[in-house]
Nanobody
Framework: QVQLVESGGGLVQAGGSLRLSCAASGRTFSNYYMGWFRQAPGKEREFVTAITWDGGNTYYADSVKGRFTISRDNAKNTVYLQMNSLKPEDTAVYYC???????????????????WGQGTQVTVSS
């Protein structure tokens, strides 16, 4: 059974940091391209960042570039999102997602991903 479980969300002050984790199970993790998305209240789910199957390429939304870092550990079947210099506008539910692909290039559309986690809340206070 395919499963993605996010953790690490919480409440943090502006300027602070959080590290999200997404643990995958149920198939060969290294065959999957991984992404992080977020959804704020009343808004559509939006792309945040993605990483290729081997960690060789990463992609970021302009709004988080230079502040967020995606990484993965295929031995642990886990993808991470390090978030620094957090802003109130980063407040959202953060979702990890996976796409069965070993190709390069950026996949930023929700519909391009095969599986999703349940999400973890990140709240940044001003």
């Amino acid at each position: 059974q395919v499963q993605l479980v996010e953790s690490g969300g919480g409440l943090v002050q502006a300027g602070g940091s959080l590290r999200l984790s997404c643990a995958a199970s149920g198939r060969t993790f290294s065959n999957y391209y991984m992404g992080w998305f977020r959804q704020a209240p009343g808004k559509e789910r939006e792309f945040v960042t993605a990483i290729t199957w081997d960690g060789g390429n990463t992609y970021y939304a302009d709004s988080v570039k230079g502040r967020f870092t995606i990484s993965r550990d295929n031995a642990k079947n886990t993808v991470y999102l390090q978030m620094n210099s957090l802003k109130p506008e980063d407040t959202a539910v953060y979702y990890c997602a996976e796409k069965f692909s070993t190709l390069r290039g950026v996949y930023y559309r929700v519909g391009e991903y095969d599986y999703w986690g349940q999400g973890t809340q990140v709240t940044v206070s001003s």
